[in-house]
């Protein structure tokens, strides 16, 4: 199946003409950056209110093990404990709508990983619940775990989950969550056509978001029955679904508000057990009741990197184009299947949006293992294959002795196509990036010509701006935005959107300000409350800045013509010349024959009543009509290119990234300081993964569960970064910005091990690229990755996610 | 110029049809009633942030002084204290837009009454700040201080404002205010025509609002420069625009909260001095202020009752028609202006409203006297003359032999109807509060029937719903609600208006769930904010169910077509058949034909995106064409009779209630436990006013500042109240509602005197009606009251209220 050329841009907010800016694009201060900078923010754990109760939860020790019983009198009678919750008071599942209700919130029948919460404690103070917990005996009984995916296939393994939550698709004994088999093209034609046909296998180790906040979570019961939660989430919108369901509330009577995130990085994106936890106990004690996870709960409850195994094969001809693909991916899920099929699908879907791919066949598989349930983490589900194809990539251009560089820049998607499998590209600034940073690093001098010991690696990705499927129905908006006018000038933009560090709220204030030519202090941005604000799906898959600022956009518009009318009556000038602009509106013509904003708004509050308005944004349908085509599809796709230059020292494996470049096809930077800022905060966090990182477990118990233990990149430890914004106006855009928070990273870890090749000649196939590995594939020690077996296709294939008929 | 008749009735909200109401006029629960009984509620001085500072006032101990020299300097040495503000500082008047800008938050030139603040302190506990008052030394040089109406108007008086801010309208020494005269058709031809003319001279003495919370505001300057203040007011919006003038800073960085008020009565409604000073020492110390007045600084600065003197002169037919009248009332303003422009004319607007007098004249003067400034009490400035005039008409009755009850029936303004001042009458319903009142109290078998020393008293009253001319510009709405549905089936309603106990968040969820169909709980009403809310003006002049209502049924009646066209495309039911209660939207022909409220507003976010609606509300225009109409005109009017029975002991003076009957036009009740509230609630202060309370001074000094001295009925001293509402479907208000939370305290006033005179033939002419008085009009030595002379017409008239070209 050959890439189609779909030549008809298409979008909602088409690119503005040549009227210039005035706020977008200008390096400006983030509009909570003061409060931050003060320590005025208030964090969730920051949070108190009078009569507030302490929680702590009690979690399991095993990784598998039966629940028989569990005993809470003795921890009842402790003095300064108010009450003692245990699974069986909230029997609801939850999970990820619509598939994996498979969570509960404290468990009933097993105990899945350890740290499974068992029971819950609120007491008066931290120290009490922490005793409390010590006095609540479970009975176990222990079960077979599942620490592998080898185990995980074995047909003589223990089911982890039984009954009706997961059917165990595609597996005879219940541990695959689900397994796909997908093919776009004839791959024997393919692979027939090729010059070189090549296969091979890699391994990307698990790791964790660790950020700087642990997560924490307060719930109030009103006296009118309403229940409140704050929570360091990124989603207050699907949070705010599952109390409901659990609790069994109207929704209405639920009020969800995300306090700023000090960090989320996907792992703030699932509805937690902790949540619904403290909820119940508010509701048991009518008191307020606070839980923060200790650093080490959090290293369990992460919802981090899948491990991921994978085998690529490909054939590619003598110019270097590729007739065919074909991918498998493993993933090691952990306990619960949180996003797990949509990180299942991400490591499928993206390959055919870098290159030109025409025929493509992906096969992927997730299983349950009793450790911490994996989920989203920063380039959620495409950073292992990213992984996997660059390195890949760059075996096949030296075997058909070619320039990786070429080789790339000789396939780079075309703007404005639908891929093999059926996923609709807009802009593509790729060539441009690869390009740039090649020429910045000097690649085509340095590359195979630098001393022993010394590398540069180069590689190229793309990530998605949105999901084109929200976690449920998906006729309905994924981000609205009110916004009302204040006779005083003053503007407040209501939206769901959630800001957990990357500046979506003061990207919201830009917008608005761009809009109506207000300062941006004019501008009140109200976010993440479930009561106050109109929703939006969460800050997850890089969604936020196109569509809620095309929200924004959509309506502000709806109120721009009414302030227009009036100020082109009061200043007699046609209304087409009339511009926005700091807090004034203008005649293009004659900049002085101008009005303030706010006489404009009286003068049309006067007109047409108190002036307000909703914009929404909706993203467009994929194109693809097969069973997972909604995972993947997004309204435009971002591109990244990196290049960076290391050193390796042969007798220790130890690693030096002497710089970085990298560009980012960032479409529009609406605050170039804050895409810069994603794109070093990417990049880094990409280093982490690819020379340090991993989440390990020993027996089901992590090896490492501390900021001290686990290895992570700190200020010294990191090379300068030069970042190139590329701006390809993208028409689905606002502004036509696209993503500009997870793509960056997704190079930067296979250009580490390609340029520890460049500097050794050793391949190192599994991350992390570690000092111990090198020396290993340097002493011919180390051991090639090997794939698990697995009967493809798979006996059973449903699709993904339905749509629910309503929400 | 005789009363016309208005035949067609006009309104922006006409009366519903028969179609049942599932949430109006049921006597459902406050929406914040058990916040309040659990101690939940916050309130002003509940407030506490990190690192907050107290602050505490520096007062003029005399009523009239030239500020020479303010000496902080001790002051600001003291352990503890952070900042010292002097008046220098805050050079900017304010008060109320446009006319009053006559008060500086700290004095700067002369102290004006005693109490006038001069200096304020914010140090870290309240014992520090009131320690520092001590060593803030300030030379005064003291002034004549003028004291009463006469001395006011002395040509040799002091003037006590200068210069720019008062011209001292219709005065040879500038101490008067305000002078108005106005005359509706030839009052000499009237007189002329009359049987009996007689003259009348009252007192009315002043007394103060005394809500159970003492004024309290915090004040926090945020790292973003905006300025939050919380403030225990009534008006939200008119502190807002007071704190932005005063700190030149644009409104859009200032925002003010309202707490729930805990009682206002009027008594909040201006943007007070302590409000500044806390804002301005926040910006001065970079942390929050909080200050929470003392009760004795509660009774200074009150804004209470006006003393007013009264002077009427009516022309009466046989058979009791008025054929003309005349009233002057004198006004001691206190210091300073507050809304004392809108008291002097209410003294004088709605004496027509009542009663039909087809002609009249009013001739109204306020003073400025070294006492707190007056302004506003239930009831604003009608209070006064309803006594008056009450007690002039049964003595007119008396004097023309007949039944009080019958003078008054037949003089009851017709229905839609224009008076002689140009008021638009709409809805009366005072002849069946009349009728029902003397039928249950029996007042035609008691009337003069009682035993001596028991009586009967009987008076009726008119009461505005709302001002129809904002304090400012008045083509502005004067109310505003923003709608927001959550695709949950919650729906957010946004408005300014602020709940000062009288249940105005609990009408707008009424409103709002009627008008959708959903549960009250499902309405989150967020109110009072002048960041999130849309503005309304205040709670004042009974003003908020009937604009805010009507706002709300105008912002719900913009989304309903959106959810009903769904609803009856999916239940293929005509959308004229469709009713929506309850959370479901049915089928009224099968009722069992239904589906759920959140299911239609998903289907129709689906197709119409995000769903939000504003609605406002701007009062009609008066009919009034001349100088001063603005005062007075209310989109329609309340209406009120009171009959009581009650005993007074001829050797002491002592009146004992023992029954008020008391009948309400409401319009409809929109609730009637919360009408009754209001009727008990007004017939309570009422009470008060009539039997015991009044602010009085010697020298300046309050003679009883505190609650143990300012007699205030209890609930021990209260009779059983017997409260009728009367609903005559008012086509301008909210389901037909008007206002109930003021009128009622009017007729109960003069009933007493009246029922005094029944008890033991003595009137008493003068509020309150305590026992010394009664006693000495026994014993024959109570002075009749005398009014101040007075030039009239006055030299001068300006218009009271002009427009102003822009908010």
């Known amino acids: 199946m050959p890439t189609k050329t779909d030549t008809k841009p298409e979008g909602s907010t088409p690119t503005r003409e040549a009227e210039p800016l005035s706020i977008i694009g200008k390096p400006l201060m983030k509009v909570d950056a003061m409060a931050k900078v003060v ?395 690869l390009e740039r940073v090649a020429e910045r690093s000097e690649f085509r001098n340095k590359h195979g010509k630098l001393p022993k010991g010394r590398g540069i690696g180069l590689a190229s990705s793309s990530y998605l701006t949105g999901a084109g499927l929200p976690i449920y129905w998906n006729k309905l908006p994924h981000s609205g935005v009110q916004l009302q006018l204040d006779r005083g000038g003053g503007v407040t933009a209501f939206c769901g959107s959630t800001d957990i560090g990357q500046g979506s709220d003061s990207v919201l204030a830009y917008v608005v300000a761009e809009e109506l030519g207000v300062e941006v202090q004019d501008v009140h941005v109200v976010t993440a409350d479930t009561h106050l604000t109109p929703v939006d799906l969460g800050s997850y898959s890089s969604r936020v800045t196109l569509m809620t600022g095309n929200a924004a956009i959509e309506a502000a518009r709806r109120l721009k013509p009414l302030l227009l009318d009036q100020a082109a009556e009061k200043l007699q000038v046609p209304v087409e010349r009339l511009a926005m602009a700091h807090r004034k509106i203008f005649d293009r013509d004659h900049p002085d024959v101008s009005m303030e904003f706010a006489e404009a708004v009286v003068l049309a509050e006067a007109r047409h009543g108190t002036l307000g308005s909703t914009g929404s944004y909706t993203p467009p349908r994929s194109p693809g009509r097969y069973k997972g085509a909604g ?10 290119a990196c290049a960076l230059e290391l050193e390796v020292d042969p007798e220790t494996g130890m690693v030096t990234i002497h710089k970085i470049w990298i560009a980012h096809d960032v479409g529009k930077s609406i605050n170039p300081l804050l895409a810069i800022g994603q794109i070093e905060g990417s990049v880094y966090m990409g280093l982490g993964e690819v020379l340090m990182e991993e989440q390990v477990f020993r027996k089901g118990v992590h090896k490492i569960p501390s900021m001290l233990d686990y290895k992570s990149p700190t200020f010294v430890d990191m090379p300068p970064v030069e970042s190139i914004l590329i701006e390809t106006l993208d028409p689905q855009g606002p502004y036509g910005a696209k993503e500009c928070g997870q793509g960056p990273l997704l190079p930067v870890i296979p250009a580490v091990a390609i340029a520890v090749y460049d500097a050794l000649g050793v391949r190192i196939d599994e991350s992390p690229v570690t000092p111990d590995k090198i020396v290993s594939a340097l002493e011919g020690r180390l051991r090639a990755v090997t794939v698990p077996e697995y009967d493809w296709p798979p006996p059973v294939d449903v699709p993904p996610m339905r749509e629910e008929s309503s929400s």
């Open 39 to 433: 320590g005025e923010t208030m964090f969730a754990d920051d949070l108190a209110l009078p009569r507030m109760l302490f929680c702590k939860i009690k979690r399991s020790p095993h990784p598998h093990a039966r629940i028989v019983k569990v005993d809470t009198s003795k921890a009842e009678a402790l003095p300064g404990v108010v009450a003692v919750l245990v699974g069986a008071e909230l029997p609801i599942p939850f999970g990820i709508l619509p598939v994996s209700q498979d969570e509960h919130a404290l468990s009933i029948d097993k105990a899945r990983f350890v740290g499974d919460p068992v029971a819950a404690v609120a007491a008066v103070d931290e120290e009490t619940a922490e005793a409390a917990l010590e006095h609540i005996d479970v009975d176990y009984e222990v079960l077979q775990s599942i620490m592998t995916i080898e185990e995980a296939l074995a047909k003589d393994s223990e089911p982890i989950h039984t009954g009706e939550l997961h059917r165990g698709e595609g597996s005879v004994n219940g541990n695959v969550h689900k397994a796909v088999s997908l093919e776009f093209g004839d791959l024997e034609e393919g692979f027939a056509e090729a010059d070189v046909v090549r296969e091979d296998t890699f391994f990307f180790q698990g790791n964790t978001h660790l950020p700087m906040e642990q997560h924490s979570a307060l719930a109030s019961c009103g006296a009118d029955g309403k229940m409140t939660l704050w929570s360091s989430t990124q989603t207050p919108h699907y949070v705010h679904r599952a109390m409901a369901k659990v609790l069994e509330m109207p929704p209405s009577m639920v009020r969800v508000i995300a306090c700023p995130n000090g960090g989320g990085f996907g792992g703030k994106s699932d509805p937690f057990n902790h949540e619904i936890v403290v909820a119940k106990l508010a509701q048991k004690t009518r008191r307020p009741v606070k839980v923060t996870l200790t650093r080490e709960e959090v290293f369990y409850c992460h919802r981090g990197r899948h491990p991921v195994k994978m085998w690529v094969k490909s054939g590619i001809k003598k110019d270097g184009s590729i007739t065919a693909m074909h991918f498998r991916s493993f993933l090691d899920g952990g306990a619960f299947g949180s996003y797990g099929i949509a990180s299942l699908y991400y490591t499928g879907a993206l390959q055919t949006v870098t290159y030109k791919i025409p025929r493509y066949k992906f096969e992927g598989l997730r299983v349950f293992t009793n450790k911490p349930p994996c989920g989203p983490k920063r380039g959620h589900g495409t950073v292992q294959p990213r992984f996997a194809i660059e390195c890949h990539l760059d075996k096949l251009a030296e075997q058909i002795k070619k320039s990786p560089l070429d080789v790339r820049l000789d396939k780079v998607i075309e703007p404005f196509s639908i891929t093999a499998n059926q996923l609709r590209v807009r802009t593509v600034g790729l060539k441009e990036c």
């Open 631 to 640: 995972v993947g599809p997004s309204a435009t796709y971002s591109f990244s």
